[in-house]
Protein backbone atom coordinates (compact mmCIF):
# COMPACT_ATOMS: atom_id res chain seq x y z
CA UNK A 1 0.00 0.00 0.00
CA UNK A 2 1.16 3.36 -0.82
CA UNK A 3 0.95 5.90 1.81
CA UNK A 4 1.92 9.29 0.19
CA UNK A 5 -0.76 11.81 -0.22
CA UNK A 6 -2.54 11.97 -3.36
CA UNK A 7 -1.61 15.31 -5.00
CA UNK A 8 -4.22 16.28 -7.63
CA UNK A 9 -2.96 18.82 -10.48
CA UNK A 10 -6.22 20.56 -12.39
CA UNK A 11 -5.73 21.48 -15.55
CA UNK A 12 -9.11 24.48 -15.79
CA UNK A 13 -8.91 25.34 -19.26
CA UNK A 14 -11.46 23.87 -21.36
CA UNK A 15 -10.61 25.16 -24.61
CA UNK A 16 -10.30 22.79 -27.40
CA UNK A 17 -7.05 24.89 -28.28
CA UNK A 18 -5.10 25.16 -25.05
CA UNK A 19 -1.55 25.29 -23.60
CA UNK A 20 -2.92 24.57 -20.27
CA UNK A 21 -2.10 20.83 -20.69
CA UNK A 22 1.16 20.96 -21.41
CA UNK A 23 2.08 23.63 -18.94
CA UNK A 24 0.88 20.74 -16.60
CA UNK A 25 2.13 18.05 -17.12
CA UNK A 26 5.16 19.85 -17.31
CA UNK A 27 3.89 20.45 -13.38
CA UNK A 28 3.14 17.20 -12.58
CA UNK A 29 6.79 16.25 -14.07
CA UNK A 30 8.56 18.35 -10.74
CA UNK A 31 6.30 17.04 -8.58
CA UNK A 32 6.70 13.44 -9.36
CA UNK A 33 10.23 13.99 -9.19
CA UNK A 34 10.16 15.29 -5.84
CA UNK A 35 8.12 11.70 -4.52
CA UNK A 36 6.66 13.49 -1.89
CA UNK A 37 3.00 12.78 -3.06
CA UNK A 38 1.45 10.68 -5.26
CA UNK A 39 -0.01 12.93 -8.47
CA UNK A 40 -2.84 12.69 -10.38
CA UNK A 41 -3.59 14.99 -13.16
CA UNK A 42 -7.38 15.88 -14.06
CA UNK A 43 -8.77 17.60 -17.18
CA UNK A 44 -11.94 19.49 -16.38
CA UNK A 45 -12.46 19.44 -20.04
CA UNK A 46 -12.62 15.58 -19.43
CA UNK A 47 -14.92 15.67 -16.09
CA UNK A 48 -17.57 17.83 -17.95
CA UNK A 49 -19.46 20.06 -15.27
CA UNK A 50 -22.49 21.38 -16.50
CA UNK A 51 -23.28 25.06 -15.18
CA UNK A 52 -23.56 24.11 -11.87
CA UNK A 53 -27.17 22.54 -11.62
CA UNK A 54 -27.07 20.93 -7.86
CA UNK A 55 -30.85 22.16 -6.47
CA UNK A 56 -28.96 22.58 -3.22
CA UNK A 57 -25.96 24.15 -1.69
CA UNK A 58 -22.60 22.49 -1.52
CA UNK A 59 -22.35 22.49 2.34
CA UNK A 60 -25.54 20.24 2.72
CA UNK A 61 -23.24 17.74 0.80
CA UNK A 62 -26.73 16.05 -0.60
CA UNK A 63 -25.88 15.91 -4.47
CA UNK A 64 -28.31 15.09 -6.80
CA UNK A 65 -26.60 14.21 -9.91
CA UNK A 66 -24.16 11.68 -10.90
CA UNK A 67 -21.30 13.66 -12.58
CA UNK A 68 -21.66 15.69 -8.59
CA UNK A 69 -20.99 12.46 -7.23
CA UNK A 70 -17.94 11.71 -8.97
CA UNK A 71 -16.55 15.35 -8.44
CA UNK A 72 -16.79 15.15 -4.98
CA UNK A 73 -15.11 11.60 -4.69
CA UNK A 74 -12.25 12.68 -7.30
CA UNK A 75 -11.80 15.77 -4.49
CA UNK A 76 -12.34 14.23 -2.09
CA UNK A 77 -9.81 11.54 -2.85
CA UNK A 78 -6.90 14.25 -3.00
CA UNK A 79 -4.77 15.65 -0.21
CA UNK A 80 -3.51 18.53 -1.86
CA UNK A 81 -4.02 20.56 -5.33
CA UNK A 82 -2.12 22.62 -7.78
CA UNK A 83 -4.83 24.38 -10.26
CA UNK A 84 -3.35 25.75 -13.64
CA UNK A 85 -5.28 27.83 -15.18
CA UNK A 86 -5.04 30.69 -17.34
CA UNK A 87 -5.77 34.21 -17.32
CA UNK A 88 -9.05 35.40 -19.10
CA UNK A 89 -10.28 39.12 -18.93
CA UNK A 90 -8.17 39.70 -15.46
CA UNK A 91 -9.45 36.85 -14.04
CA UNK A 92 -9.76 33.02 -13.75
CA UNK A 93 -11.60 31.28 -15.98
CA UNK A 94 -15.31 30.47 -15.74
CA UNK A 95 -14.98 26.26 -15.64
CA UNK A 96 -12.45 26.47 -12.84
CA UNK A 97 -14.90 28.65 -10.69
CA UNK A 98 -17.78 26.34 -11.87
CA UNK A 99 -15.78 23.49 -10.43
CA UNK A 100 -15.06 24.79 -7.34
CA UNK A 101 -18.42 26.09 -6.20
CA UNK A 102 -19.68 22.54 -7.11
CA UNK A 103 -18.12 21.66 -3.68
CA UNK A 104 -17.46 22.39 -0.05
CA UNK A 105 -16.66 20.30 2.74
CA UNK A 106 -14.11 18.06 0.04
CA UNK A 107 -12.02 21.41 -0.53
CA UNK A 108 -11.75 22.13 3.19
CA UNK A 109 -8.36 22.01 5.12
CA UNK A 110 -6.11 21.23 1.99
CA UNK A 111 -3.33 22.89 0.53
CA UNK A 112 -3.46 24.17 -2.86
CA UNK A 113 -0.70 25.50 -5.28
CA UNK A 114 -1.42 27.75 -8.33
CA UNK A 115 0.39 27.60 -11.70
CA UNK A 116 -1.01 30.14 -14.17
CA UNK A 117 -0.49 31.41 -17.39
CA UNK A 118 -0.72 34.70 -19.55
CA UNK A 119 0.76 37.11 -21.90
CA UNK A 120 2.07 40.43 -20.36
CA UNK A 121 0.44 39.55 -16.91
CA UNK A 122 1.90 35.91 -16.55
CA UNK A 123 -1.52 35.20 -14.86
CA UNK A 124 -0.89 37.36 -11.85
CA UNK A 125 -4.21 38.74 -12.09
CA UNK A 126 -6.10 35.48 -12.05
CA UNK A 127 -4.07 34.15 -9.22
CA UNK A 128 -5.68 37.56 -7.34
CA UNK A 129 -9.07 36.75 -8.35
CA UNK A 130 -8.44 33.38 -7.09
CA UNK A 131 -7.41 33.45 -3.54
CA UNK A 132 -10.36 35.32 -2.02
CA UNK A 133 -12.51 32.11 -3.02
CA UNK A 134 -9.94 29.38 -1.96
CA UNK A 135 -10.25 31.15 1.33
CA UNK A 136 -13.96 31.41 1.19
CA UNK A 137 -13.69 27.21 0.81
CA UNK A 138 -10.65 26.86 3.64
CA UNK A 139 -8.71 25.80 1.17
CA UNK A 140 -4.32 26.82 2.46
CA UNK A 141 -2.74 28.65 -0.21
CA UNK A 142 0.59 26.82 -0.89
CA UNK A 143 2.70 29.30 -3.43
CA UNK A 144 1.91 30.10 -7.02
CA UNK A 145 4.08 29.69 -10.50
CA UNK A 146 3.53 32.69 -12.06
CA UNK A 147 3.92 32.25 -15.94
CA UNK A 148 4.21 34.46 -19.32
CA UNK A 149 3.35 32.56 -22.16
CA UNK A 150 5.24 35.48 -24.10
CA UNK A 151 8.80 35.44 -22.24
CA UNK A 152 8.31 31.26 -22.56
CA UNK A 153 6.01 30.32 -24.69
CA UNK A 154 4.99 26.81 -25.61
CA UNK A 155 6.35 25.76 -29.01
CA UNK A 156 5.79 22.41 -30.54
CA UNK A 157 3.70 21.55 -27.59
CA UNK A 158 6.73 21.78 -25.92
CA UNK A 159 7.18 24.14 -22.53
CA UNK A 160 10.92 25.24 -21.82
CA UNK A 161 10.48 26.81 -17.79
CA UNK A 162 12.19 29.94 -17.16
CA UNK A 163 14.89 29.84 -14.21
CA UNK A 164 12.27 31.94 -12.32
CA UNK A 165 9.39 28.97 -13.18
CA UNK A 166 11.64 25.89 -11.39
CA UNK A 167 12.58 27.84 -8.73
CA UNK A 168 8.85 29.43 -7.83
CA UNK A 169 7.65 25.55 -8.69
CA UNK A 170 10.06 24.02 -6.34
CA UNK A 171 9.22 26.36 -3.83
CA UNK A 172 5.41 25.82 -4.14
CA UNK A 173 5.57 21.88 -4.00
CA UNK A 174 7.90 22.17 -0.61
CA UNK A 175 5.22 24.21 0.63
CA UNK A 176 2.35 21.76 -0.71
CA UNK A 177 4.22 18.71 1.48
CA UNK A 178 4.86 20.67 4.17
CA UNK A 179 0.98 21.96 4.29
CA UNK A 180 -0.33 18.56 4.16
CA UNK A 181 1.54 17.52 6.71
CA UNK A 182 0.01 20.36 9.38
CA UNK A 183 -3.21 20.11 8.13
CA UNK A 184 -3.78 16.48 7.48
CA UNK A 185 -4.36 15.73 11.30
CA UNK A 186 -6.87 18.57 11.14
CA UNK A 187 -8.57 17.02 8.42
CA UNK A 188 -8.94 13.97 10.25
CA UNK A 189 -10.29 14.70 12.74
CA UNK A 190 -13.02 17.05 11.70
CA UNK A 191 -14.36 13.86 8.99
Avoid at 83 to 108: G, I, M, Q
Amino acid sequence: MNDRPLLTVIIASTRPVRVGDVISRWIVERARARDDFRVELVDLRDVNLPLLDEPEQAATRRYLHAHTIAWSTTIDEADAFIFVTPEYNHSFNAALKNALDFLYHEWRNKPVGLVAYGGVSSGVRSLQALKPVLLALGLRFAGEVPISTRLTPVVDGTFTPSEANELAAQAMLQELATLDGLFRSLREATN
